[in-house]
T-cell receptor, first 118, second 116 residues
Framework: EAGVTQFPSHSVIEKGQTVTLRCDPI?????LYWYRRVMGKEIKFLLH????????ESGMPNNRFLAERTGGTYSTLKVQPAELEDSGVYFC????????????????FGPGTRLLVL | AQKITQTQPGMFVQEKEAVTLDCTYD???????LFWYKQPSSGEMIFLIY??????QNATEGRYSLNFQKARKSANLVISASQLGDSAMYFC?????????????FGKGTRLHILP
């Protein structure tokens, strides 16, 4: 079974440009999460999709960030326009949606996209 | 508010020795879950071990065990017989509340170096 994949693995852009990150979750996983780690800081939650619906977007830093998950499959995270402080590693994670069963369901993470804004 | 604290930014350990990575947490939720993830230099986040707040026994997964002390709000990761491949960043994390789909909150991580 393929894991969570993210594209691109690295992106270097100039301030003011637009970047779109893509995440393909594990097949069949309804939950999809975006996280970000800025240099030296904790990994921080950005938002959570259940299928195509945004369940929780409390971690989105501002309206320059737009996440979509059309059709409930892959997701994109667009940053427009990018600022210097957006540099960091963006992780995507997915998990199956369970209404019963073990509480311990973990989230499966992708390898991350390293974004550098110059 | 929920918080994870990892006080060791870096550790150096001789190969084959046991390692304890510290983690304390803070939450007001009566039900929560604690996780440890490993991030090698390749960048992916690898799930290692889980401990539920109501679990009576400490979790174990191969060479990994979680020393769960609920009253002290600590969830230290113990790696027995360390190997060179254990060199990586280790993150302690928590999911609070009853909803098993909730977001995970991470600590800042501990970078572990295993010396030959």
């Amino acid at each position: 079974e393929a894991g969570v994949t993210q594209f691109p693995s690295h992106s270097v852009i100039e301030k003011g440009q637009t970047v779109t990150l893509r995440c393909d979750p594990i097949s069949g996983h309804d939950n999809l999460y975006w996280y970000r780690r800025v240099m030296g800081k904790e990994i921080k939650f950005l938002l959570h999709f259940v299928k195509e619906s945004k369940q929780d977007e409390s971690g989105m830093p501002n309206n320059r960030f737009l996440a979509e998950r059309t059709g409930g499959t892959y997701s994109t995270l667009k940053v427009q326009p990018a600022e210097l402080e957006d540099s960091g590693v963006y992780f995507c994670a997915s998990s199956p949606r369970r209404v019963a069963g073990p509480y311990q369901e973990t989230q499966y993470f992708g390898p991350g996209t390293r974004l550098l804004v110059l | 508010a929920q918080k994870i604290t990892q006080t060791q930014p870096g550790m150096f350990v001789q190969e084959k020795e046991a390692v304890t990575l510290d983690c304390t947490y803070d939450t007001s939720d009566p039900s929560y879950g604690l996780f440890w993830y490993k991030q090698p230099s390749s960048g992916e986040m690898i799930f290692l071990i889980y401990q539920g707040s109501y679990d009576q026994q400490n979790a174990t997964e191969g060479r990994y065990s979680l020393n769960f002390q609920k009253a002290r709000k600590s969830a230290n990761l113990v790696i027995s017989a360390s190997q060179l491949g254990d060199s990586a960043m280790y993150f302690c994390a928590m999911r609070g509340g009853l909803n098993r789909d909730d977001k995970i909150i991470f600590g800042k991580g501990t970078r572990l170096h295993i010396l030959p």
